[in-house]
C-alpha cells in the first residue's frame, strides 16, 4: 500500500470517528440532558386537570341559624362522547332516552324526554362532558342503570353538591336563587382573582345570593387525573391535588322566626281578604265595590334603631329549591305568569302603591315645618278646625256646595263628618278634610313654597330608593310640577297632561293622585319619624364571616340624612299616631281591641303601639289596604308596613295583620319556624290525622294496634294507634296538629272569613 492509500484511509477513519463521535453527543443530549424535560412532557400529555367546585358560603339569621346551605345530592348524568360512540339510530336513541325518563319517574323525579334531548344537546357542555339529566335521584337508579351499561351506554350517577334552602319557601324573596351562568353573565361579571367563571358555573340571580355573589363564590380547586388514550381514568395524582376555598358566610339581621310568623299571617290575611263579601262604596252607598281579589301584598318589619331589616314578606311566593338544576320552562313560566300573581316579583321592594293616609304623617310635617299652621286661613295646630264631611275649594269661589263644578268638590270617606279636629285628631280619624285645606293652602299661598309635601315626604325618603343591599329595588315616584313636566316631555303619548293645579295638590296631600311608595321606603319613613329623624339605610346583611370564624366585613347602621323636626311637633303626632289604635275613634281600634276583623285584644297598657291605616283607591279595582306603625310609642323597637292589594280598607285588613304580628313579637310568643323538611311532613301527615281524629271518637282504633311504623315497606307516611304519623323520620303528633287546623276553621267561622 502507498503513501498515497494510507493518507485517504487515516482520513475516512478520522471522519468516521468524528461522526461517531457527533452521534454519541447527541444521544448522550437527547437521553441525559432533556430526559426530564421529555418526561414531563410525556406526563403531561397523559394528564387531565379538573376543577373542583367550592363550596358556596352559608347563609345564616341573626341568631346563627343556617337558612342556606349545601347538601349533597346524586345526579344522573349521560357522557355524549360515549352515546355517540354506541351509533345509536334515530328511532333506537329516541327509544333509549325514552326509557331513560321512564325510569326517573318512576324513581319521583317527573323528567320528559325532550328535557332529556334538550339538556344533550345544550352548546355550553363539551363532548366529553358528562350531561346533568336529573337531581335527588335514588340509589334504586344507581342500579338500575349500573346493571345495563350496554343497552344505555354514558350513563352515570354521581355525586354533587347543591344548593339547600333548609325553610323552603321563606324569605325567599330576600335570599334569591342560584343558577347556571348566562353568556351575559359570562361576559359582564369581573370577578375576583381566583374566582373566575366557566359555562354552567352556579351564579346567584337574586336577592342577597346575587348582591353578595363575589363573598359567597369559593376559589375552585383542582385535581390531576392519568388518563388512557382512550380517554379512561386511570389514577387520580395525589401530589397535585389543590383543595377547593370555600365562599364566605353572610349573617343576616332577619330573624327566621319573625319572618315565619309574618309570611303566616300575610297568607292568611290575602285569604281572609279573598274569602270577604265586597262593601258598600262610601261615596255611592247604593253600589258595592269591586270584588277583593287581593292578588298579594307585603310586610316590612325595620328596627328603627339602626335600620336592620327583622323581616321582609311579599306573598305569593316560591320555593327557591325547585332551582336546583335549574327552572324547567314550564316552571319558569307559571312563577312569572301575572295570571299567577307573579311569585318572583318582590313586592317588598319593586312594588309600588299609593300611599293613601299613611302620607298625612308628611303632609302634617310640611305645614308645621314650612309655617303652615296660622298663617292665612289655617288655623294653628292645637287649634280645632271644623270638619263637615266635604271641602269645597277656596279657588272655587262662592259655589252650591250641593252641585259643586267638577274638581270643586273632595269629601271624607262615606262623606263622614268628624266636626271639630286639630293636628292630633286628624291623625286619629283620618280627617281628609283637614289635610286637604293644607294642600290647598300650600299652593295657593305665595309664602310657602308650592312643593312643600313632597319636599317634607322627600326628607323621609320617600320617591328616593332607600339603598338597601337587594336588587331590583323601585324608587317610587312623587309628583311635582317639574316632574309632571318632564314626563310629559319624555313620553307625551304615555302621559298626555303636564300641568298642575291646587286639585293635584290637595290629592297629593292625601297620598293619592300620582304618588307611590314602596312598602319597604314608607316602613324607612315611619321608622325615620320614630327614631327622632334619623334615616338609615336599611340594612339586611350584618357580616360577612371567612369559614374560619374571621369576620371579613361588618356592616353596622348607615346614616343617610337626619330629618328636621320639632319637639312640639313631634309630641303631637305621637298623640295622634297612639290614638289610631287607643282612641276608641282611631281607625285601627277595633283591629287592636276587638277580635272583629280578625283583630285582637292587644296589650296596649304595656306596649302602646303608634299606628295610621290608609286605604288607597284603584280605578276599577278594590281599595289597597296599609297600615303603618311602630312601637313601643316611646321607645321603638319596631316599625311595621304592611301593604295587601285590592283586600279593602286599611282599617279591616292590614291593621288586624300588623295587631296580631305586633302582639307576638311584644309578648315574646312568635312560634318556632318550622324546617321545610318538618311542614312537608305535617303536610303529608295531615290526612292521616284527620281519620285518626275521627276515629278517636269509636272504636275503630283497634285496628291500628298492630301498627308497626318502623315495619313498614312503602316509605309512605305511617300512622300508629297513639295518633302519631311518622314521614320520612320525621315523628308528626296528629293532637296538635288537628288543634291547629280546627282553630283555623274557628277563627275564620268567629270573623265571617275575613269579612
Not at 305569593?316 to 319558569?332: K, V
Not at 268638590?409 to 266636626?419: H, V
Request: charged share 25%; with cysteine; proline share 6%.
Amino acid at each position: 500500500m502507498n503513501e498515497a492509500s494510507r493518507y485517504r484511509m487515516r482520513l475516512l477513519a478520522i471522519i468516521g470517528l468524528s461522526m461517531f463521535v457527533a452521534l454519541g453527543a447527541r444521544l448522550w443530549y437527547l437521553q441525559v440532558m432533556i430526559s426530564e424535560q421529555a418526561a414531563v412532557t410525556a406526563r403531561s400529555n397523559i394528564t387531565r386537570v379538573i376543577a373542583v367546585p367550592a363550596p358556596r358560603g352559608r347563609i345564616l339569621d341573626v341568631k346563627g341559624r343556617t337558612l342556606v346551605g349545601n347538601r349533597l345530592t346524586t345526579v344522573l348524568t349521560m357522557n355524549r362522547y360515549e352515546l355517540a360512540q354506541a351509533e345509536l339510530g334515530g328511532d333506537e336513541l329516541l327509544d333509549t332516552l325514552t326509557e331513560i325518563a321512564i325510569e326517573i319517574n318512576r324513581s319521583g323525579n317527573l323528567v320528559k324526554v325532550v328535557d332529556v334531548q334538550r339538556a344533550l344537546e345544550d352548546p355550553s357542555y363539551g363532548l366529553y362532558d358528562d350531561v346533568p339529566i336529573a337531581h335527588d335521584v335514588g340509589e334504586d337508579l344507581l342500579v338500575f342503570f349500573g346493571e345495563r351499561p350496554e343497552r344505555f351506554p354514558g350513563v352515570r350517577v354521581a355525586e354533587a353538591t347543591v344548593r339547600s334552602y333548609l325553610y323552603g319557601n321563606i324569605a325567599t324573596h330576600l335570599l334569591g336563587w342560584v343558577g347556571s351562568i348566562n353568556d351575559r353573565e359570562l361576559q359582564s361579571r369581573r370577578p375576583p382573582v381566583g374566582k373566575e367563571y366557566r359555562l354552567r358555573d352556579q351564579i346567584g340571580k337574586s336577592g342577597v345570593e346575587l348582591m353578595f355573589e363575589d363573598d359567597l363564590r369559593g376559589v375552585a380547586g383542582r385535581k390531576v387525573v392519568e388518563v388512557d388514550r382512550l380517554g379512561e381514568i386511570q389514577r387520580e395524582r395525589d401530589d397535585l391535588y389543590l383543595a377547593p376555598i370555600p365562599g364566605a358566610d353572610l349573617v343576616l339581621s332577619i330573624d327566621v322566626d319573625v319572618q315565619f310568623l309574618v309570611e303566616t299571617e300575610l297568607e292568611r290575611a290575602i285569604y281572609r281578604a279573598r274569602a270577604a263579601e265586597p262593601e258598600a262604596d262610601p261615596d255611592r252607598p247604593d253600589q258595592l265595590s269591586p270584588a277583593f281579589d287581593a292578588p298579594g301584598g307585603a310586610v316590612v318589619i325595620l328596627d328603627p334603631r339602626n335600620g336592620d331589616v327583622v323581616a321582609m314578606a311579599s306573598f305569593p311566593s316560591y320555593d327557591p329549591n325547585m332551582s336546583i338544576g335549574g327552572f324547567a320552562p314550564e316552571q319558569w313560566a307559571v312563577l312569572n305568569d301575572p295570571a299567577n300573581d307573579l311569585p318572583m316579583f318582590n313586592r317588598a321592594i319593586q312594588g309600588e302603591y299609593a300611599p293613601g293616609s299613611t302620607f298625612k304623617l308628611f303632609t302634617a310635617h310640611a305645614a308645621w315645618h314650612a309655617g303652615v299652621f296660622g298663617v292665612g286661613a289655617i288655623p294653628r295646630a292645637d287649634e280645632l278646625w271644623d270638619d263637615p264631611g266635604a271641602y269645597i275649594l277656596r279657588g272655587c269661589g262662592d259655589v252650591d256646595p250641593r252641585d259643586p263644578p267638577p274638581g270643586c268638590r273632595y269629601r271624607n270617606a262615606g262623606e263622614k263628618p268628624y266636626e271639630d279636629v286639630d293636628l292630633i285628631r286628624s291623625l286619629t280619624v283620618s280627617s281628609d278634610v283637614y289635610y286637604y285645606r293644607i294642600g290647598e293652602s300650600i299652593y295657593i299661598n305665595p309664602e310657602h313654597p308650592d312643593t312643600a309635601i313632597q319636599d317634607a315626604a322627600g326628607s323621609y325618603g320617600l320617591g328616593l330608593e332607600t339603598g338597601i343591599t337587594l336588587p331590583f329595588e323601585q324608587d317610587g315616584y312623587m309628583p311635582t310640577p317639574a316632574n309632571r313636566r318632564q314626563r310629559n316631555e319624555e313620553n307625551p303619548v304615555a302621559f298626555p297632561e303636564w300641568g298642575w293645579s291646587t286639585g293635584d295638590n290637595v290629592i297629593t296631600a292625601i297620598g293619592q293622585g300620582e304618588v307611590l311608595v314602596t312598602p319597604l321606603q314608607l316602613a324607612n319613613a315611619f321608622a325615620t319619624f320614630a327614631n327622632g329623624g334619623v334615616r338609615h339605610a336599611p340594612n339586611v346583611v350584618t357580616r360577612v364571616v371567612a369559614r374560619d370564624g374571621t369576620v371579613v366585613r361588618q356592616f353596622g347602621p348607615r346614616v343617610l340624612s337626619e330629618v328636621e323636626m320639632d319637639p312640639g311637633f313631634r309630641w303631637r303626632v305621637l298623640e295622634g299616631l297612639g290614638g289610631v289604635t287607643a282612641d276608641e275613634e282611631g281607625t285601627a281600634y277595633k283591629a287592636f281591641n276587638s277580635t272583629v276583623t280578625g283583630g285582637i285584644k292587644f296589650p296596649l297598657e304595656r306596649f302602646q303601639v303608634g299606628g295610621k291605616t290608609g286605604t288607597a283607591e284603584v280605578r276599577g279595582k278594590a281599595d289597597t289596604s296599609l297600615f303603618a306603625a311602630f312601637g313601643p310609642l316611646r321607645e321603638p323597637t319596631h316599625a311595621v308596613v304592611a301593604i295587601l292589594e285590592e283586600a279593602g280598607f286599611g282599617s279591616r285588613v292590614a291593621a288586624p295583620l300588623v295587631a296580631r304580628i305586633l302582639e307576638q313579637v311584644f309578648e315574646g310568643t312568635v312560634p318556632e319556624a318550622p324546617l321545610a323538611a318538618v311542614r312537608y311532613a305535617r303536610s303529608a301527615a295531615l290526612p292521616l290525622c284527620l281519620e285518626w281524629y275521627e276515629w278517636r271518637s269509636g272504636n275503630t282504633l283497634d285496628r291500628l294496634d298492630a301498627a308497626d311504623p318502623s315495619s313498614a315497606e312503602t316509605g309512605g307516611p305511617e300512622l300508629d294507634a297513639s295518633g302519631t304519623v311518622r314521614v320520612r323520620g320525621i315523628r308528626v303528633d296528629c293532637d296538635d296538629l288537628v288543634d291547629e287546623v280546627l282553630a283555623v276553621f274557628e277563627d275564620r267561622a268567629e270573623t265571617g272569613a275575613g269579612g
